[in-house]
DNA sequence: ACTTAAACGAGACGGTACGTCCCGTCTTTGC
DNA sequence: GCAAAGACGGGACGTACCGTCTCGTTTAAGT
């Protein structure tokens, strides 16, 4: 069996990989996508580039560990009604939009869309892990006995978060207005589903 | 008005501004956003660059006109019905999203958001053209009594087109479920503006 | 015949290339040879790296066309007697090897003999002009009737610039008794040439 | 004496100097001097980098100890006159100049002259031994009443060893006539130190 | 036998330079 | 008198090597 062998050589360094994620996320901020460099991540690391090269293949799969790495979406607990579960879904994505510049996630957004893949690794992470917490409220709702139809996973994904997206990142909205406009969307959408007939 | 002062010199030729943007969407379909240069346009246009930077001052704005060029959106004619009309908008804006492959649109969108200028305009443009679309059909239901309380245009904007893009940007979802997507997002915000109590 | 159609488009610059030829001999001289940088040379001579590698395909070739653009070795003038012209080849030589740093020539010379194209080019310019300045002389002596047997014009070149070569390159003597070697070099063929039996 | 402290410890294994050695002859014949890399050379030899740097300070001086490494210049056996123990010293230079490339001789000269320390090394250890060769053979002669004059031991190496070093490394000329430039150069030589008047 | 200390293969590290590519501008020459 | 062809300054990219530095393992010498 050709186990990694993992004794052999010097280990990747830890650190390294956080300093390097740092890095990224402090430069993103202060520069913008566009105007990030290889070169200026290196040097803010204190690092060399053949140690970025090293863990990633181009520039956009740094940003985009560094940027993606932690977010771990979970089904919300749940509230009691779909109405409750879908505000609550409505708000974490968008505090997780909320954390970056536009201008990164749409940079982010092309990049990924421009790379098969990344592309793939993108739908097979967050797409798909969004579309298990959908699955798990509606399931809970079909359970209490408040649906009306089975719903259509994919539609409602778009129903429930397409708002939100293109609120931060088309009309880049006033993130004041946000928890209204989650609650907004999630009672539509819960109202859609619920339907007396 | 900065007038291109047409009576001196050599006129412009058309035929060269078909040409570029000719050019610039075939190599925007085989190659994609991120590969385009602006020597292959030149290139395949039998163009010098010259004459595309006399057009546009950067990339960005030449793949601008020669993709969104006529996006000109009209208040759809009036269905007699709230629900009517906001399914129009949808469809209408899906159509649009749907003539260029998503790598392109993310692309501008990167780009759109890392330009101050070009941001601008395309808000200034695309946004508030939207934006007054959505207020002539809501203006239009208000005067057939249909709405049970002043709106708010934004979030409209957002609840109506935000699952359109996401289902054709985010989700890259398949073209032949738009227009029940469509309908079912026209209904639903339709349903939520004039819900009987 | 695929002639290099000079007429389309902006011709080169000769100012650039006097300026990439002037700041190559500039750092050569002020860090030597390894230390020699295709960027420094770039930022050096104010002109863009892209100038340099149009020109040349390799730093080498740089630093080539930099270094021994302008050895035009002609046969010396004459003198009267085959001692006196090799004693006046010997002298130029000393000259032209004397105006470079020793590790410049060195570097030179590795990078010549790791090249085949390089070294190709060497060899046909550079030692078939030495030869050439050799048989010339050779042919006037054997006019006067100086030789006493037809000389290998390959031996007497080496025997007669390898001394040279050897106390700049190898022994770094000092350059105020390269005077006399030339003279002792000169003396010494020339006797061995003219030899009375 | 700052002597290694032999007895702690594991001490050198004498394999791996020979496994280095060899592999970098190997790589040197097979690739040339300039694309020789210590990885390769660690890699080919079964051996860790380390392994080399912890015998040598930097790659110059692996390839330097690879390749001249018993070059023990002795005063050749007195032949009886001045001419044959110089055309014994021509021969023997020859034989080792002859057993590397080329490449491999240019590269290291390059190298010698580009570091003050090697080149300090270089010259107290070849250019030394050879000087002295050559003031033995001369005392010889001195002894036996063959001079007129007391030679410049510089002079005299140059004259000697120049038109051997520039067949081989500038001319790149045929090694078959190798010996017959030997003798050639010798009798010139001892001929001018022996003249009659 | 057991400890200790250095050498070992493997490979990651910081740094530096390379040669390529593209942008947006500038400059000739030909039509 | 404009436009194609293409050279220009600038600057980032991803690659390659150098000489150094851990890792965990192996091998002798000294206890």
């Known amino acids: 069996m050709p186990e990694p062998k993992q004794g052999a050589g010097r280990p990747r360094d830890s650190q ?10 402090e430069l993103l901020a202060e520069r ?23 863990r990633f293949a181009t520039k ?10 932690d977010m771990e979406e979970q089904p919300p607990p749940d509230s009691g009604s779909l109405r409750g579960d879908l505000a609550a879904i409505c708000e ?11 201008d990164v996630l749409h940079g982010l957004l092309a990049d990924i869309h421009a790379d098969a893949a990344l592309g793939a690794r993108f739908s097979g992470t967050f797409i798909e892990r969004e579309r298990f917490v959908i699955d798990t409220v509606l399931a809970r709702a079909d359970a209490r006995g408040e649906l009306t139809a089975p719903p ?12 939100i997206f293109y609120w931060i990142l088309i009309l880049i909205g ?4 946000l928890p209204v406009l989650s609650r907004t969307v999630a009672s539509m959408v819960a109202d859609a589903l619920t339907a007396s007939e």
């Open 16 to 25: 390294i990989d956080h300093a390097i994620a740092r890095a990224t996320r």
């Open 152 to 163: 259509d996973t994919a539609m409602v994904h778009a129903l429930l978060l397409g708002p």
């Open 32 to 54: 913008g996508y566009a105007k990030l460099t290889v070169d200026a991540v290196a040097s803010r690391a204190g690092v060399g580039k053949a140690a970025i090269y090293r």
């Open 174 to 177: 006033d993130h004041g207005r």
């Open 60 to 69: 956009q799969e740094m940003i985009f560990a560094a940027t993606v790495h």
């Open 92 to 102: 974490t994505i968008a505090a997780q939009l909320t954390a970056a510049p536009p």
